[in-house]
């Protein structure tokens, strides 16, 4: 089968076809090297290009300030739930802002390092809500904040660059990053694993801000201090290189074809909204599990009346070619994860066939 079908699958996920016919075309020689991507040095000037076209893109996008560092590193998310408190925590308190699983997740992982304060946790919903600024219980003092700007799992997301008072913020942006602006200036530090929006697995792209970069003690593994990658430019050890070049074709293509960060959220909100439009015009046929104020853009979750019709839509989908919409075993349900790599004729696609499955089963 070499035809493509809709991928709804919530990450490693779908990659702009632009993106894969670039790399399919170079991978045996990259231009005017000789050599594939695969086969160089991570020290050689084909890569020294790949890389700071990478970060000069990411820098562009996001209008990264110069006293941010822009890294490449490996070991995913959760390798960072547990770099982040090893390395900013330095004694004090932080706080943990929980508004779904990942953010429990990166939670278990800060209490070996130290002390946390759970300054609000949605859990008793099912995580189906964004805190108010009441609802917040944050530390004097704190050493950073942490939140998930968008709740893969729940599909629950922040609908802007949050407010939680003076200490450093510190985002897990996996799965929304680069899905919208940002104001890079309001955070401390922002991690996310391309696999989802940026690239394939294997990569995970932090933006740091360079003060926070002394509290990493020499104490640390070497491999699990930030101030080592900073210090050689993400080259302490040998960095993923083909993730880093997929990252740099796909944000070629977000500053080229899409045309920018600010034009790609208004095409993300499209997407979305043709999908919650049919769960809202539904009757109650379809229910979302996130309320209406806390929806992502980029994970549609609902459930339908019955099992049994859960399982006939998703058999039905997959005849359409719109296949992984499973939702995840902790939620249920169907989750449509639309990207931005998502065409919007595959989301077009599947609001057609919730509606026609709804009326006609
Ligand atoms: C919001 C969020 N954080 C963290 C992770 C964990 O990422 P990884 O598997 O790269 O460690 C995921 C993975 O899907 C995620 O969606």
Redesign the pocket.
């Known amino acids: 089968m070499t035809e493509r079908v809709f991928n709804f699958a919530?990450?490693p996920a779908m990659l702009p076809e632009p993106v894969l016919r670039e790399a399919q075309r170079d991978l045996l020689a990259l231009p005017g090297y000789g050599m594939s991507i695969l086969e160089v040095s991570h020290r050689g000037k084909a890569f020294g290009e790949v890389q700071a076209a990478a970060e000069a893109n990411l820098r562009k996008l996001l209008g990264v300030p110069s006293n941010y560092h822009v890294l490449f590193m490996q070991?995913?998310?959760?390798?960072?739930?547990s770099m982040v408190p090893m390395n900013l925590l330095g004694g004090a308190t932080a706080d943990y802002i929980l508004t779904?699983s990942?953010?429990k997740?990166?939670l278990a992982e800060a209490k070996r390092e130290g002390q946390i304060n759970v300054a609000y946790d949605s859990s008793a919903s099912n995580y189906d809500r964004l805190p108010t600024a009441a609802d917040v219980k944050l530390t004097p003092g704190a050493a950073f904040v942490h939140f998930?700007?968008?709740?893969?799992?729940q599909g629950v997301q922040f609908p802007a660059d949050p407010d939680f008072g003076a200490a450093p913020l510190v985002c897990?942006?996996?799965?929304d990053f680069m899905c919208r602006p940002m104001d890079v200036a309001r955070y401390g530090l922002i991690y996310a694993?391309a696999?989802?929006n940026a690239g394939p697995?294997g990569v995970?792209v932090l933006i740091l801000r360079d003060d926070l970069v002394a509290r990493s003690s020499d104490k640390l593994p070497g491999m699990l201090n930030y101030a080592n990658f900073v210090k050689e430019n993400s080259l302490y050890n040998t960095p993923p290189v083909f993730g880093i070049y997929i990252v740099k074709l796909v944000t070629d293509w977000l500053l080229g074809e899409i045309g920018g960060l600010a034009k790609m959220q208004q095409l993300n909100r499209e997407k979305a909204k043709l999908l919650y439009d049919v769960i809202d015009e539904s009757e109650g046929f379809y229910k979302g599990h996130a309320q209406p104020a806390a929806r992502s853009l980029m994970n549609v979750t609902f459930r339908l009346p019955s099992d049994e019709q859960q399982e006939k839509f998703l058999a039905g989908a997959k005849q359409r070619r719109l296949v992984e919409l499973k939702g995840h075993r902790s939620v249920g349900g169907i989750r449509a994860s639309i990207y931005n790599a998502m065409p919007r004729t595959g989301v077009e696609a599947l609001a057609t066939y919730m509606a026609e499955f709804r009326r006609n089963g």
Not at 148 to 153: K, L, P, V
Request: with cysteine; hydrophobic share 25%.
């Open positions: 919530p990450g070991g995913g998310s959760r390798l960072q739930f779904g990942w953010g997740y990166a998930t700007s968008n709740e893969t799992i897990d942006a996996s799965s694993c696999k989802k697995a995970t």
